[in-house]
T-cell receptor, first 111, second 116 residues
Framework: EDQVTQSPEALRLQEGESSSLNCSYT??????LFWYRQDPGKGPEFLFT???AGEEKEKERLKATLTKKESFLHITAPKPEDSATYLC????????????FGTGTKLQVIP | DAGVIQSPRHEVTEMGQEVTLRCKPI?????LFWYRQTMMRGLELLIY????????DSGMPEDRFSAKMPNASFSTLKIQPSEPRDSAVYFC??????????????FGPGTRLLVL
């Protein structure tokens, strides 16, 4: 069974203090790894899809990287508006679209 | 482009009542997913449709839950009878696996269900 573990559960940063969120996964064959952002009272918002080890993607202050066992979401010089829960999910290479989600990292950026 | 549309956004009902949640996927997306989110269990997949056909309903908690997709632009998730433990946020998501966005799922705003 596919498993996704995210750490830490919660992270509190000062504005401008860079850090990384971790997503460790176990999957029989990785077809894709997804990062989402979820604000309170809203649905998950898509950020990135990574397909193979070594791949990196960037968007504003966020950069996602992928290895064979884990993914990192690097946040550079965060701002208060980056405060949200960040969710990681994996799709295995079986012929089926079932995505397994982690429980998320709740990020708070303090001005 | 309109995203995934869900209704109602909030639902408060009493135990034993029937609840129907509605979803309109993104136009052109042929895969549709229903999820439930709780603090304890996070996001759980309930059922997945492809081309309006249910592919996997193994996540549906019990027979009280049922889902339909009568056409490509509409799906319902029904709970009958509802119980307090069904209180959660229910999300609908859609994807276009053969299109440019691939298997990325796009989520609706959710329906917050409270069963008293």
């Amino acid at each position: 069974e596919d498993q996704v573990t995210q750490s830490p559960e919660a992270l509190r940063l000062q504005e401008g203090e860079s850090s990384s969120l971790n997503c460790s996964y176990t999957v029989s064959g990785l077809r894709g790894l997804f990062w989402y952002r979820q604000d309170p009272g809203k649905g998950p918002e898509f950020l990135f899809t990574l397909y193979s080890a070594g791949e990196e993607k960037e968007k504003e202050r966020l950069k996602a990287t992928l290895t064979k066992k884990e993914s990192f979401l690097h946040i550079t010089a965060p701002k208060p508006e980056d405060s949200a829960t960040y969710l990681c999910a994996v799709l295995n290479s079986g012929g089926y679209q079932k995505v397994t989600f982690g429980t998320g990292t709740k990020l708070q950026v303090i001005p | 482009d309109a995203g995934v549309i869900q209704s109602p956004r909030h639902e408060v009902t009493e135990m034993g009542q029937e609840v129907t949640l509605r979803c309109k996927p993104i136009s052109g997306h042929n895969s549709l997913f229903w999820y439930r989110q709780t603090m304890m269990r996070g996001l759980e997949l309930l059922i997945y449709f492809n081309n309006n056909v249910p592919i996997d309903d193994s996540g549906m908690p019990e027979d009280r839950f049922s889902a339909k997709m009568p056409n490509a632009s509409f799906s319902t998730l029904k709970i009958q009878p509802s119980e307090p433990r069904d209180s959660a946020v229910y999300f609908c998501a859609s994807s276009d696996p053969l299109g440019p966005t691939g298997e990325t799922q796009y989520f609706g705003p959710g329906t917050r269900l409270l069963v008293l």
